[in-house]
């Protein structure tokens, strides 16, 4: 065993006991192009005697050579006993059909299938082999296109149930150890092209910053950290600040609701960049048109993937999309005496006519006609208030009571 390769050995060893220790006893999937990252990877892990499997993915976007790929792969599962799965995607169709570019479907498709297999097989963590370069060609790109401080953080050495241990080795050290160790690995051509623009960094962009300082990827290590710690103070400053705007709402559906404040926001030192943070969780990332809501009239909406933002007078109001089955009504048979759904209501008989309450009627049974009919509000929809001649609009009613659109909803 060379030098070199007992001290990258000692290296990974001692990053996974500090940073990574749960991965020591884990089940643990390792995720594999058959490039010299993922292989020199999989070795370090073979040699420390880690509990590896490997999984790979064949895109069929190189012709034959993303087959030979694929066996190259098996070939090297077979010859240290390791489990091994395999799967082709047809990522061109997979990336029209969802109007994606070919490495954005071919990164969705991978990481989807990769938790597929995790709870099939019950492994506890997937194992990808981005290293040091990787990270600071991630910063750049982010860096061209504008991006908040979650951009400038580097690629997460662990995020949720993906682990990334490489992270601390440069590129030319993988190589380094993959030449003297004679290990073979498969080269994808693609990488030396420059049509994608992380290919155009990696190799015009990249080497002069090297040539400029040679210790380019240590001070960006101190760099990241750097900012993570920020990164760090302004989710603690966000929390505190969350906690006195945001007023949840309890809501007949049990959704997660609140009430943010919209006075306090703009007290704020930088309402904007707040508005942002404290939205983000949410996956409202329009900076321009979130701001504006404050500002906008009264029934403005905002639709993220999962949940609603809307203006209500001094208030916005956030709550959580449901989705289910739309169901238009909810029938109450003669025979029903209570129902929890879609909201709490109890029938009984009584002998003598008493008052109506804020929470209860007293009705002639021969005057209803069963089933009786639950559903949401409708414009249009007239009732008849008590000790007033005539009908009423319950848009008019709500409008004069005040409702919020989150309780106009409710309805």
Not at 254 to 260: A, C, D
Request: charged fraction near 25%.
């Amino acid at each position: 065993m060379s030098t070199f390769e007992v001290k990258m050995l000692q290296k990974l060893q001692q990053h996974i006991s500090n940073k990574f220790p749960f991965l020591k006893d884990a089940k643990l999937l390792m995720a594999i192009s058959g490039g010299v990252d993922s292989v020199v990877l999989t070795q370090l892990l073979f040699k420390l005697k880690f509990d590896i499997s490997l999984a790979h993915c064949n895109f069929r976007l190189r012709a034959t050579e993303s087959d030979l790929d694929e066996i190259f792969v098996k070939e090297l599962a077979k010859k240290h006993h390791f489990n091994c799965f395999t799967k082709s995607f047809d990522t061109e169709k997979f990336a029209l059909k969802n109007k994606q570019s070919t490495q954005l479907a071919a990164r969705n498709l991978r990481y989807e299938w990769f938790q597929e297999i995790v709870h099939e097989h019950g492994f506890d963590y997937v194992l990808t082999a981005h290293h040091a370069d990787d990270n600071f060609e991630t910063f750049l790109i982010n860096l061209t296109r504008g991006s908040g401080l979650d951009g400038f953080t580097g690629i997460p050495p662990i995020h949720k149930n993906i682990a990334r241990p490489l992270l601390i080795f440069s590129r030319e050290e993988i190589i380094n150890f993959a030449t003297e160790n004679s290990i073979d690995w498969r080269e994808d051509q693609s990488n030396t092209t420059t049509k994608y623009l992380r290919n155009k960094i990696r190799h015009q962009v990249v080497p002069v910053l090297k040539e400029i300082n040679p210790s380019l990827l240590e001070g960006f290590s101190k760099t990241i950290r750097n900012l993570q710690e920020s990164k760090q103070l302004v989710a603690d400053r966000v929390e505190e600040i969350q906690s006195k705007i945001f007023i949840p709402i309890q809501t007949t559906e049990g959704k997660e609701s609140f009430q943010i404040d919209i006075q306090k926001v703009l007290a704020l030192s930088a309402p904007k960049a707040y508005l942002f943070q404290l939205l983000k969780a949410y996956q409202f990332t329009e900076y321009d048109d979130v701001f504006n809501l404050l500002t906008a009239q009264s029934g403005k909406q905002l639709f993220s993937k999962t949940h609603v933002l809307s203006k209500d007078r001094e208030v916005l109001m956030l709550s959580k999309i449901q989705y289910q089955e739309e169901t238009t009504s909810y029938l109450i048979a003669e025979s029903t005496s209570e129902i929890e759904f879609p909201v709490h209501l109890k029938i009984e008989p009584i002998f003598e006519k008493s008052n109506n309450t804020i929470n209860s009627i007293c009705v002639s049974k021969e005057a209803l006609s069963f089933p009786l009919i639950i559903r949401k509000w409708k414009h249009g929809d007239i009732f008849y208030p008590k000790g007033m001649q005539g009908k009423k609009k319950l848009s008019k009613y709500f409008k004069d009571e005040k409702y919020s659109l989150l309780e106009k909803e409710q309805t």
